[in-house]
């Protein structure tokens, strides 16, 4: 596509539900990052993965997070037993070539609300 | 983990005025880049510099990269309605695409017409 596309935009959950959040990536990238956003503050990365590889899950918050990408295209992030500081946007961005700078496009972003 | 501190919060400015925002931090940062988010948008990349002292321009945007690779600064020239939204200042410890950007907590700019 023409560009990083998220989806659900939002999403309302019950405290104790699981979720997950798709991301597609602009057809071709390699790289694919995510990142968390909570409101008023700049995003915060979560992981990333180059194609289907995940080489860096260092920012997930807790075990509840888990991301996968098996085809080296769209990637999915999944909560576990959603709680209330997990309320968010999640971020997604892709860029073509692994080591550059240039080309990093993030999504609009799914708004998680967890009641 | 790492921080950037980003200022000022929040502005109000007359349109037709200059705007200048500022990011730093007490680790050094091999890259910094400036990004613009509208509501309900994902942020977009305005300026990228890569190198300390790099001044470097995109339209009515100036920015520049702190000789102590420690800070930078972004100015908005004769600013108008639709610079209105949050800057948010990024940077990589390392000159790679694959080493995640750290985010200042950004600033708001609203501009009256």
């Known amino acids: 596509g023409a560009g990083v596309s998220q989806s659900p935009r939002y999403k309302v959950a019950k405290r104790g539900q699981d979720v997950a959040l798709r991301c597609d990536p602009i057809?071709?990238?390699?790289?694919l990052f995510w990142y968390q956003q909570a409101l008023g503050q700049g995003p915060e990365f979560l992981t990333y993965f180059q194609n289907e590889a995940q080489l860096d899950k260092s920012g997930l918050p807790s075990d509840r997070f888990f991301a996968e990408r098996p085809e080296g295209s769209v990637s999915t992030l999944k909560i576990q037993r959603t709680q209330q500081e997990d309320s968010a946007v999640y971020l997604c961005?892709?860029?073509?070539?692994?080591?550059?700078?240039?080309?990093?496009?993030f999504g609009s972003g799914t708004r998680l609300t967890v009641v | 983990g790492q921080q950037l501190n980003q200022s000022p919060q929040s502005m109000f400015i007359q349109e037709g005025e200059d705007v200048s925002m500022n990011c730093t931090s007490s680790?050094?940062?091999?890259?910094w880049l400036w990004y613009k988010q509208d509501p309900g948008e994902g942020p977009v990349l305005l300026i990228a510099l890569y190198k300390a002292g790099e001044l470097t321009s995109n339209g009515r945007l100036t920015a520049q990269f702190g000789i102590t690779r420690k800070d930078s600064f972004l100015n908005i020239s004769a600013s108008i309605p639709s610079d209105v939204g949050i800057y948010f200042c990024a940077g990589q410890l390392r000159n790679s695409g694959n080493t995640p950007l750290v985010f200042g907590k950004g600033t708001r700019l609203s501009v009256i017409a």
């Open positions: 680790s050094i940062f091999n890259t």
């Open positions: 057809s071709g990238h390699v790289s």
């Open positions: 961005a892709s860029s073509l070539v692994p080591g550059s700078n240039y080309g990093y496009t």
